[in-house]
């Protein structure tokens, strides 16, 4: 069966670190998201990709970046973690077409 | 941008009560979608519903796409219908997600 995966699921690191979320798809879908849930905010859209070598600013993107080599990995960096960016971070993908989005099982970051 | 709204913000059922959640939206939408939060965190895909009614085992959905509004059933709650529902929209076909703020539902035993 097709399925979105992330890891780590948990991570807890320092504050400056440089930390990798990886994000993969067997959906081969174009499209893939980063949302981050926070209470009293839901899930808010970080960055996105519509195909290899596409990526989009969502309305939280500042302190993250995305690069999209191949159709199945987004991967998400946080250049400098900040304690602000500890959440829950949520990767989906979905086909173009239908716009039916699929969600990976989330990571749990804390950035102390 | 599209606002998604819904409606109640938070809900406690008695076990085999029956519940209707709300959803409405700013504009019109190409895709809408009901999505369970389990209490462990992940997002469960329920519905796929721009328009139409589909029903899934004890719950269903109805959007009236010309009204902007969803509604999600849940008939004979089970405790393990707790958790957080959203409604999550695109506005146009390979846009990106938007999602309402949740309804967050208890069934107590």
């Known amino acids: 069966d097709a399925e979105i995966t992330q890891s780590p699921r948990h991570k807890i690191t320092e504050t400056g670190r440089q930390v990798t979320l990886a994000c993969h798809q067997t959906?081969?879908?174009?499209?893939m998201f980063w949302y981050r849930q926070d209470l009293g905010h839901g899930l808010r859209l970080i960055h996105y990709?519509?195909?290899?070598?596409?990526?989009n600013k969502g309305e939280v993107s500042d302190g993250y970046s995305v690069s999209r080599s191949n159709t199945e990995d987004l991967p998400l960096t946080l250049e400098s973690a900040a304690s602000s960016q500890t959440s829950v971070y949520f990767c989906?993908?979905?086909?173009?077409?239908?716009?039916?989005?699929?969600f990976g099982q989330g990571t749990r970051l804390t950035v102390v | 941008g599209i606002q998604v709204e819904q409606s109640p913000p938070d809900l406690i059922l008695q076990e085999g009560a029956n519940s209707t959640l709300r959803c409405n939206f700013s504009d019109s939408v190409n895709n809408l979608q009901w999505f369970h939060q389990n209490p462990w965190g992940q997002l469960i895909n329920l519905f796929y519903i721009p328009s139409g009614t589909k029903q899934n085992g004890r719950l269903s959905a109805t959007t009236v796409a010309t009204e902007r509004y969803s509604l999600l059933y849940i008939s004979s709650s089970q405790t393990t219908d707790s958790g957080v529902y959203f409604c999550?929209?695109?506005?146009?076909?390979?846009?990106?997600?938007?999602f309402g703020g949740g309804t967050r539902v208890l069934v107590k035993p």
């Open positions: 999550a929209v695109i506005k146009a076909a390979g846009n990106k997600l938007t």
């Open positions: 959906w081969n879908h174009n499209n």
């Open positions: 990709s519509y195909g290899v070598h596409d990526t």
């Open positions: 989906a993908s979905s086909e173009y077409r239908t716009g039916e989005a699929f």
